[in-house]
């Protein structure tokens, strides 16, 4: 499974819009990229999936560049609500290996009013 | 529709004891997992489940079993607790394919568990 680099942290007002971005030089041809969002004291939750270009739904979009080195998670207009801990996986979606989600630290987000 | 279902969501064992954790979906999911959380931590994949009568480990199964004899649940169990076993567990549920557009898992809110 493919390694992922994501911040540690990031802290950002109420109201902007915050990027976070997950590196992932390793990625192979069939892997999808995922993104989870855990609340303290909850289990992950997931946000958005994407293979390439560019995703949206109602929560966030996926931004994913043609070399599929490295993606960017976009949330609109952050809130309080929104404070958490984003994990971005890649792995391949069916098959072999889709059962193994490789969770790292994540990225903590602080929202602050 | 309930999700992912997890009981206890609160347990104190003495070391040397066994007990099972238990996760149960009704969402028809193929796939089922067993993480552990400790703090500052992601999530470690204990054992996992592709279907009914299937199962497999994961990076950390030491100290722990797992069944499945149907498909909504999937329990797992503490041999001989340990301290080191102190952890948030949380057991999840997928499609094997992705249906819908969604192709995630589905966490329970988790176990918190402490050995003494």
């Known amino acids: 499974l493919a390694k992922t680099t994501q911040p540690i942290s990031m802290d950002s007002y109420e109201g902007q819009e915050v990027n976070i971005t997950c590196s992932h030089n390793n990625i192979a041809t069939n892997d999808y990229i995922t993104w989870y969002q855990q609340f303290p004291s909850q289990g992950p939750r997931f946000i958005i999936q994407g293979y390439k270009t560019k995703v949206t739904n109602e929560v966030a979009s996926l931004f994913i560049p043609a070399d599929r080195k490295s993606s960017t998670l976009s949330l609109p207009r952050v809130s309080l609500s929104d404070t958490a801990v984003y994990y971005c996986l890649v792995g391949p979606y069916s098959g072999a290996g889709s059962y193994q989600l490789t969770f790292g630290k994540g990225t903590k987000l602080s929202v602050i009013p | 529709n309930a999700g992912v279902t997890q009981t206890p969501k609160f347990q104190v064992l003495k070391t040397g004891q066994s007990m099972t954790l238990q996760c149960a979906q009704d969402?028809?999911?193929?796939?089922m997992s067993w993480y552990r959380q400790d703090p500052g931590m992601g999530l470690r994949l204990i054992h996992y489940s592709v279907g009914a009568g299937i199962t497999d480990q994961g990076e950390v199964p030491n100290g722990y079993n797992v069944s499945r004899s149907t498909t909504e649940d999937f329990p797992l169990r503490l041999l001989s607790a340990a301290p080191s076993q102190t952890s948030v567990y949380f057991c999840a549920s997928s499609y094997s394919r992705g249906r819908g557009g969604n192709y995630g898992y589905t966490f329970g809110s988790g176990t918190r568990l402490t050995v003494v």
């Open positions: 969402m028809n999911h193929e796939y």
